[in-house]
């Protein structure tokens, strides 16, 4: 089946920087979303992003699908970004997410 | 729109005991999903329901996991006979068709089996 891989996997920053997660995935696939898993366990659907670069306020992501890539950009980073990111995919031909390994952000004041 | 909402939110059981889980999706959602996440990893997919359908299981779920979902709204996880490697957080999450920016994950079941 298709692997979905996220590099780093722990990132530590100090509050006000920036950070760029990444994400493989060894195969095509129909959709890319990038969650946000706050400390208490709840999964925040971030972006939908399939293909291009989307923005919403700190956050953006870009996807290069003929590249079988992902990036999540957090600018200006706020203790309240700590968490667990997880990438997400739809192959083809199905209606279940697979999810990517995770990357653990800590940020400190 | 109250969001997905699961129950319990934490479970403790012995092993050997059943359990079963609740999931109440956004109302007018008619996909619902069961995820299964255990510490440090990504959620896996388990199960997923259009309307009251079962379409898909995966093959984590053994026999002695079932999901329902009687009428197409709510649905239910049990495990029977629940082992040690059972514990983890099970997630539901509900969406309208398949449409991926309009899914939504509960807050979660943690189960922990003794």
């Known amino acids: 089946g298709i692997q979905v891989e996220q590099s780093p996997p722990d990132l530590i920053l100090q509050e006000g920087a920036n950070s760029t997660l990444r994400c493989n995935f060894s195969?095509?696939?129909?959709?890319l979303q990038w969650f946000h898993q706050n400390p208490w366990g709840q999964l925040i659907n971030l972006f939908y992003?399939?293909?291009g670069t989307k923005q919403n306020g700190r956050l953006s992501a870009t996807t290069v699908a003929t590249e079988r890539y992902s990036l999540l950009y957090i600018s200006s980073s706020q203790t309240t970004d700590s968490g667990v990111y997880f990438c997400?995919?739809?192959?083809?031909?199905?209606?279940?997410?697979?999810f990517g390994t995770g990357t653990r952000l800590q940020v400190f004041p | 729109d109250t969001g997905v909402s699961q129950d319990p939110r934490h479970k403790i059981t012995k092993r050997g005991q059943n359990v079963t889980f609740r999931c109440d999706p956004i109302?007018?959602?008619?996909?619902l999903y069961w995820y299964r996440q255990t510490l440090g990893q990504g959620p896996e997919f388990l199960t997923y329901?259009?309307?009251?359908?079962?379409?898909?299981k995966s093959r984590l779920l053994s026999d002695r996991f079932s999901a329902e979902r009687p009428k197409g709204s709510f649905s239910t996880l049990e495990i029977q006979r629940t082992e040690q490697g059972d514990s983890a957080m099970y997630l539901c999450?509900?969406?309208?068709?398949?449409?991926?920016?309009?899914?939504?994950f509960g807050s979660g079941t943690q189960l922990s089996v003794l």
């Open positions: 999450a509900s969406s309208l068709g398949a449409d991926p920016e309009k899914l939504f």
């Open positions: 997400a995919v739809f192959p083809y031909n199905t209606d279940k997410l697979i």
């Open positions: 992003i399939p293909s």
């Open positions: 195969d095509s696939v129909n959709n």
């Open positions: 109302s007018e959602h008619n996909r």
């Open positions: 329901f259009q309307n009251e359908a079962q379409l898909e």
